[in-house]
């Protein structure tokens, strides 16, 4: 089993800049890829980043260049770095992992842009 806990949403005006952390604990040796992915109201979950344990990074065309995931295997913590935060990145925002076996997923933290 793995547990993911997400921290760090907040509420940011536009131009503005987060970093949301997601500590894993629990069988932390079998996770592969992690990730985040968000959920805005009435909208389905999408990809935001993602990276795996060799250090290959995914980002949605959406948040290139604003955004950078990173993950510190020593501490067991994931990170996402997002500057430049537009209203449209409004949305909860999920910590994600996986290992051979399943797919994990943290609670949510809730990330608000506006002015």
């Known amino acids: 089993q793995v547990q993911l806990v997400e921290s760090g949403g907040d509420s940011v005006q536009p131009g503005g800049s987060l970093r949301l952390s997601c500590a894993a604990s629990?069988?932390?040796?079998?996770?592969?890829?992690m990730g985040w992915y968000r959920q805005a109201p009435g909208k389905e979950r999408e990809l935001v980043a993602a990276?795996?344990?060799?250090?290959?990074?995914t980002y949605a065309d959406s948040v290139k260049g604003r955004f950078t995931i990173s993950r510190d295997n020593a501490k067991s913590t994931l990170y996402l770095q997002m500057n430049s935060l537009k209203s449209e990145d409004t949305a909860v925002y999920y910590c994600?992992?996986?290992?051979?076996?399943?797919?994990?997923w943290g609670q949510g933290t809730q990330v608000t842009v506006s002015s």
């Open positions: 990276i795996t344990s060799t250090g290959r990074t």
């Open positions: 629990g069988s932390i040796f079998s996770i592969n890829t």
């Open positions: 994600y992992a996986d290992n051979p076996w399943r797919d994990y």
